[in-house]
């Protein structure tokens, strides 16, 4: 859960959701004001309707017929909410349903409110206090409880619209995330798959011209560059690798017949320490050459292939050279079978294995295994030479690149580049682990689903 708030898409939709939250909460407060000042108002002007007609009353049958009238009114069921009152000077209650008044008038009239007696205990009376000229007070009033209950309603109904309007805004914010999620992903995984070696990937178009169809359109023409550059450079690897070793092998060839000429000790060990420098040029273009082609053949023929099979010939054919150093192959290979292309399979091994006895040291064991893990074939190849730093696990793979501990070896450098290219190329997991001592290399490989 936490890992999600560290999402800026989920901050996104969480601060914007709270922000839609607190303005439906401001509409709310400023629609219950708005209600509950018209709900007084409206309570004022029927009181003072009411107030007007009494006083026409007062004013034509004097105070015997306003008697007459409230008393009449207060006995009548359609005015239950309502309040009338005739107070004497004295302060006794001359007509109304009220023997008594529990509030204080104002000295000069006005608008009051108490508590209501006849009402349940939250009700008031709004009412407007008239002081008449010949002595006396007229009240004339409204309970609130009708006005009441109909607000703690709207402020309920309120509350229940405001949580399902939470719950709505946690809704589209999911969909709203997983929409955008969604739309991102499909360029995003586009660009993985780009970035593990398939140039010929490219973002789903969508129509139209926002901010998603232009970004897919944006990233083909630029994944279209990518592969244009790096097919130049392909070619360009590709082309100079042919012109460089057709004069090298004839400049060996040409040595070689010296050497087969020639008599001297000197001229022997210099056209020997000369052939030498040719052959290991003449494996760094042949390395270069397989490296372009793997790189370059977006689809290479694939089939059913025994990699228990390929790993033990690998082995087999460094068996006689480990031995010169004294050191031991130990296999523990089990049956697995995938889809591939053998011959760079069996050049992946070998590059490995190759590695390993080079760098292991003399009287060493190297570990070869190969087993099934779930849906997975995994070759492990184990040594206990100096291994490689955590840091520079990923730069080994760049091509040329020799660490400093390596200086001294013979090889281009090209070994594990090649390794990564034929990994990429059978979808594999490729992974530098440290052996302790040594260097620890695993590879998993998808088993073919039956």
Known sequence: MRARFHSGLHRIVLIYGCLLLIAFGVVGAVSFWAFDHLLERDIEQAVTLEYQALMEVYRSDGRSGLIRTIAERSQSPNNRDAVYLLIAPSGKVLAGRRKELTVKLPSRGGWIRYPSRDAPESDEVLAFAHQLRGGGWLVTGRTTGAQERLRELITRLGAVSLALLALLSVLLGWLL?????????????????????????????????????RLGRTLNRMLDRIQDL?????????????????????????????????????????LDAAIAEIDQLVATFNSLLRLARIEATQTAPMEAIALDAVVNDAAELWQALAETKSQHLLMRVARASIVGDRDLLFQMVSNLLDNAIKYAGEDSDISVTLTREGDEAVLVISDQGPGIADDQRERVFDRFVRLEQHRGTVGSGLGLSVVRAIAIRHGADLRLESARPGLRVRLAFALPQH
């Open 230 to 270: 790096v097919g130049g450079i392909q070619h360009s690897t590709d082309a100079i690798a042919h012109d460089l070793r057709t004069p090298l092998m004839r400049l060996k060839a040409r040595l070689e017949a010296i050497e087969a000429d020639s008599a001297g000790e000197a001229s022997q060990r210099n």
């Open 177 to 213: 995330r997983r929409s955008i999620n969604r739309s991102l992903l499909a360029s995003l995984d586009t660009v993985d798959r780009v970035a593990t070696g398939h140039l010929d990937e490219r973002v789903p178009e969508r129509p139209g011209n926002d901010g998603f169809a």
